[in-house]
């Protein structure tokens, strides 16, 4: 990389992230006079996040795209690529996270989760899951779209993991429908698998200062034309993970080769 080029993109990087810090910062003085007021409900807080997300990835110039109608309500699963998700969906639509609890030590994403109500979870117990499943039912009771990624952990996004089915109760047992969603993302001075996408070793800093330096970052979010109900966690653990892999358009072929050229995170 040439020195006028590397200058560009670090530029392009710091203001970015102080854009990013600058906007959760204002957010987060927001979210403090509200709750000065009186407690806030969780459809009050899912809504500050999705404002505060909308106005964030806007700022950022990071596109969203999304094909299809984002449910009124119920569970949605879909891939999971990288903490860049939870600014998508919610950008999109007012939404509760179930995520995994390493997330609320993360800077700017945690302290702004933990504001928005997202449900933690502890994946080294599994115990934990009927915690969970308890609360993610509370939050659907009240109306709630809450968004689940079933793999448990992020991908480079060549191929979907298999779905864990233990978090499905939550809706199951409170009757309500699932709407499957695939996620992909594209950029125009990289590759998505390693500059957007964050799994593997890769560190959070590094990878968000190489991320804030791209151009041409856009999301496409594919959601299913219905949703339906199911009569076990497995057998919807089985079928929507089919269904989002269907959404990406991806086969058993499609993933392999996408693997094999798929560049080692750095």
Excluded at 217 to 227: E, G, K, L, S, Y
Aim: with cysteine.
């Amino acid at each position: 990389m040439n020195t006028s080029r590397w200058i560009r993109q670090t530029v392009r990087s710091l203001t970015r992230l102080v854009i990013l810090v600058g906007t959760a910062l204002e957010y987060c003085a927001r979210f403090a006079v509200r709750r000065a007021r009186g407690p806030l409900s969780l459809p009050q807080r899912a809504h500050w996040l999705h404002e505060s997300c909308r106005t964030g990835l806007h700022r950022l110039k990071i596109g969203v795209t999304a094909q299809g109608a984002f449910p009124a309500r119920g569970l949605l699963v879909s891939n999971h690529l990288s903490y860049l998700d939870i600014l998508v969906y919610s950008s999109l639509f007012p939404c509760v996270f179930v995520s995994k609890k390493e997330v609320r030590r993360w800077p700017i994403f945690g302290p702004m989760a933990r504001m928005a109500g997202t449900v933690f979870i502890d994946r080294s117990r599994s115990a934990d899951a009927r915690r969970v499943n308890t609360e993610m039912h509370d939050a659907l009771a009240l109306g709630a779209v809450v968004i689940l990624f079933p793999e448990g952990t992020s991908s480079q996004g060549t191929s979907v993991l298999p779905f864990r089915p233990a978090l499905f109760e939550g809706a199951i047992g409170a009757g309500e429908s699932i709407t499957p969603a695939h996620l992909r993302y594209e950029v125009s001075d990289g590759a998505p698998e390693t500059d957007v996408c964050y799994w593997g070793e890769m560190t959070f800093f590094p990878h968000l200062l190489r991320l804030l330096c791209r151009r041409g970052v856009r999301a496409t979010v594919r959601f299913a034309p219905m949703a339906r109900r199911f009569d076990g966690r497995k057998v919807a653990s089985r079928e929507t993970h089919a269904m989002v892999r269907e959404l990406g358009g991806l086969t058993l072929r499609t993933e392999i080769q996408a693997a094999e050229s798929t560049p080692c995170p750095s």
